[in-house]
């Protein structure tokens, strides 16, 4: 059983506002990532990390920064919040070895209003 | 290029019709090709992780099957409660690890 967790599950936010996704996991899990998925698309990866102070950014291209200081712990910023970053931001996480399975968090519905 | 197709993108079934989903991939050295379960609103529930052309792997209601093209997810006797979508994922060699994820089978039970 996956214990990936994100927070807030909602938010609504005015334009031009900092926030901070949070995603923590309790699987000891190298891998982390942040995907960003809209109604009817596939999962877009935005930005990955194999370890702490590991980050890099994935194949979508994003206004959005990760950090990783701690094994357990991914968030996600965002300066200045726009419009266009309004979808569903999903957490997940894997071990390193011959299987990489991703296990996911519950995401984060993020409007931008 | 589209690396992973998932058909039908929406399927209907009568409870107790059985059916199966496909997840076409144009990837070479494959390294794993993985399906999940999504509900409204939450995060990819992990299913399976097929290695190999000819490996399934069953679970309930769900047995995946590989070729070296394809996987289908076949589901015997749906119940509503098998309502979701249905990714399908692969990781393969050339792209190192990172996953491509089709769009997904949006599946219905009717009772």
């Known amino acids: 059983e996956a214990d990936i967790y994100q927070t807030p599950r909602y938010l609504v936010i005015g334009t031009g506002k900092k926030i901070t996704l949070e995603c923590s996991q309790t699987?000891?899990?190298?891998?982390m990532y942040w995907y960003q998925q809209d109604p009817g698309m596939e999962l877009h990866l935005i930005h990955y990390s194999y370890g702490v102070n590991s980050t890099e950014k994935g194949d979508l291209s994003s206004e959005s920064t990760v950090s990783r200081i701690r094994t357990e712990h991914f968030p996600l910023t965002l300066e200045s919040a726009r419009p266009s970053h309004t979808s569903q931001y999903l957490c997940a996480s894997s071990e390193t070895g011959t299987t990489d399975t991703q296990y996911f968090g519950p995401g984060t519905r993020l409007t931008v209003l | 290029e589209d690396q992973v197709t998932q058909s039908p993108e929406a399927l209907r079934l009568q409870e107790g019709e059985s059916s199966s989903l496909n997840c076409s991939y144009t990837?070479?050295?494959?390294?794993?090709l993985f399906w999940y379960r999504q509900d409204p609103g939450k995060g990819p529930e992990f299913l399976f992780t097929?290695?190999?052309a000819g490996e399934e792997k069953e679970k309930e209601r769900l047995k995946a099957t590989l070729t070296k093209k394809e996987s289908f997810l076949h589901i015997t006797a749906p119940k509503p409660e098998d309502s979701a979508t249905y990714l399908c994922a692969v990781q393969a060699e050339e792209t190192g690890n990172q996953f491509y994820f089709g769009t997904g089978t949006s599946l219905t039970v009717i009772p």
């Open positions: 699987m000891g899990h190298d891998k």
């Open positions: 990837v070479s050295g494959l390294r794993g």
């Open positions: 097929l290695y190999s």
